[in-house]
């Protein structure tokens, strides 16, 4: 579902995107098929439902995931002027709140009788929760960032939150094969932690966000046999290497819209499809200076901690100078 909203937003690929809305939103409502029937009807899937159709069961993740899904098709109705249906998948994309416990501050496993699962631990590695752990999902509300800040308090809260996550060690001895590449509970070995570090744009504090991905590329993408700290499932290692060398991430792809980070490469340039190129530089950077001091594109200072799809498309320079 989110590949396929995310082509249509971004005017990629040949297909009727009637249909294909038609088949995102067949497949969001097939209710005997790993829960969704229950998320339907609760706004989230019970950590206690046997599942006939699955064995797993990965009953956060899932509602996290679901909600997201619901986003993208929300996101796609409303740009094809499905206004009802739209409606109704923006409220569906709302049920991440549900599985929020205000007393934990965590995204927490609940029963079918709404009861949230005792003796909770946001460090442990549960069936719940797939190849992560509750410090890990948290993060996982990419569509509504807003709404995440305002669960946990504001954007004070929400940035002593991550300085948690970044801080909080385990013990390397209790970690399960997939979490790797460790930064306190951050893993960049496992897909499901890679926006996070990004997500200090949303707290206004960037300098943070621009420390972590130098961090990561110093530790984790070594040229060495065992340099990748992770396995590289469908590229994602990798993506998310190119994307960040250029200074920026797609931390919510459908919405268009990637948030700076931090450039690691002088200059990239990225062939476009219609013939024009966009570069990317990155002035005075070094080992020292990694951090961004001002940006301008084509020329004119730009202020926001994001840059868009449309713009990149359009063709031009963006310059980082950094210090």
Partial sequence: VSVIAEAYLKGIGDFDPQKALEACV????MDNYRGIGVYKGK???PYDLTDAYNSENWSLSKTLEYAYDDYCIARMAE??????LAETFYARSQNYRNVYNPTTSFMQPR???GSFLKDFNAEDYIPSITESNGWQYFWSVQHDMKGLIELCG???RFEEKLDSMFTLHAAKDKLPIFSTGMIGQYAHGNEPSHHVAYLYNY???SYKTQQLIREIFDRF????PDGLCGNDDCG???AWYMFSAMGFYPVDPVSGNYVFGAPQMPEIVLNLADGKTFTIIAEGLSKEHKYIDSITLNGEPYAKNYISHEDILKGGTLIYKMK
Avoid: C, F
């Fill in 26 to 29: 067949h497949t969001a409502n």
């Fill in 43 to 45: 706004g989230y899937i």
């Fill in 79 to 84: 740009k094809m002027g499905e206004k009802k």
């Fill in 111 to 113: 029963a079918s009788d």
């Fill in 154 to 156: 504001g954007k004070s």
């Fill in 203 to 205: 707290a206004g504090q």
């Fill in 221 to 224: 993408y070594l040229p060495k």
């Fill in 236 to 238: 994602q290692m990798s």
